[in-house]
């Protein structure tokens, strides 16, 4: 449907006669500074004796332009159908780790070795894309944890933030029961009434910083009905050259599966072991079984806005009445071109 935003606006559309009518014009020859025997040519110039028909057509068209210029600033739009927004009231967090140890390069990508940041980057910007109808949210941690982005709908500002992160923004060591504990506080907020929500930690080492210990922090969650899905990151085996030849090494030997999996058990999530990326993919099923919040059906109606059409009607006639004026001023001034001569040589 056509509606118009601000329709108050309207109001202003008899202001120019309303001026016209309170502030009648004052007579041209009054108390005037200087008279000429040829001020009619004066007039002339001016456009101040311009055939009455060409006055109303100026006039006519000043008025349409000034009606037009109202009615773009009364804003029109036109209002479409309703559009409903699939929701599943889900609120789900993605806690990222960005200590020193991301940088261990034990991840292929598109054939290439990338440190565990990337590749976290790569999977989780994926599965972020696919959370439709959830609120998403990003922390990161490291000696510190820091809500990045809180619970939105808006699906690409959290991809954006999580593409910006960096190792060691927030510290080498790892605060993990910081980033549960800011997790919580974070769904507390949400306030979500019904259903499970849910944290996604993505880690890659143990617990090295922080005031609050990852047990304590789960057992918190656990009362605040908080599922936690750690996801330890890291292969089990990567071989490097020495000066002894080629040896095999583990990139991941710091990492606490035993933490991580108590802290899924507590909180009846489960614990994924993310050696490749392949592995990561394993989150989506799981997270898809979750059971969703009842929650109202939300919609929107698109709005699109129209008042640059009869904006540029409005500054398209006032150009034409403008151009006409300018015409008309010149074209008595051709046709007096001789007696305005004859006059001066009087003068």
């Known amino acids: 449907m056509w509606t ?5 606006i309207l109001f202003a559309l008899p202001l120019p006669w309303l001026v016209r009518v309170l502030m009648p014009a ?23 004796r311009a055939p009455a028909v060409s006055r109303r057509w100026r006039l006519a068209v000043l008025a349409a332009a000034w009606a037009l210029a109202v009615l773009a600033a009364a804003r029109p739009q ?8 699939p929701m599943t009231g889900r609120d789900l967090l993605v806690a990222v780790d960005l200590s020193g140890s ?51 709908f808006d699906r690409a500002t959290v991809n954006t933030l999580l593409n910006e992160a960096a190792i060691g923004l927030a510290g080498k060591e790892t605060a993990i029961g910081d980033a549960i504990g800011l997790a919580i506080r974070t769904l507390e907020d949400a306030k979500v009434q019904q259903g499970r929500r849910v944290l996604v930690l993505l880690t890659d080492g143990a617990n090295t910083a922080g005031a609050v210990e ?7 969650a656990a009362q605040r009905k908080v599922v936690i899905y750690p996801v330890g990151i890291g292969a089990d085996a990567l071989t490097v ?29 489960r614990y994924f072991r ?74």
């Not at 976290?120 to 490291?142: C, E, P």
């Open 214 to 220: 990852p047990r304590k922090a789960a057992e918190l």
């Open 102 to 152: 991301m940088e261990e390069q034990d991840f292929q990508l598109n054939g290439q070795w990338v440190d565990r940041l990337t590749a976290l980057k790569s999977v989780a910007s994926d599965f972020i894309n696919h959370r439709v109808g959830d609120r998403v949210g990003l922390i990161l941690f490291g000696r510190e944890a820091y809500l990045q982005s809180p619970l939105t």
């Open 4 to 8: 118009l935003a601000w329709w108050w």
């Open 78 to 85: 036109f209002v479409g159908e309703p559009v409903s927004l």
């Open 241 to 269: 050259r020495s000066l002894f030849g080629l040896r095999q090494i583990n990139p991941s030997a710091d990492l606490d599966e035993g933490t991580l999996t108590a802290l899924a058990e507590m909180t009846g999530g």
């Open 274 to 347: 993310a050696r490749d990326t392949q592995e990561f993919q394993q989150i989506y099923k799981i997270l898809d079984e979750l059971e969703p919040a009842a929650s109202d059906e939300r919609g929107f109606r698109p709005v699109k806005e129209l008042f640059y059409w009869p904006l540029g009607v409005a500054l398209a006639l006032a150009a034409l009445a403008a151009a006409a004026a300018w015409v008309a001023a010149r074209l008595p001034t051709r046709a007096s071109g001789a007696p305005w001569r004859a006059e001066a040589s009087r003068g």
């Open 26 to 48: 004052e007579p041209i020859d009054r108390d005037a500074a200087l008279k000429v025997p040829f001020g009619t040519e004066f007039s002339d110039l001016a456009g101040l």
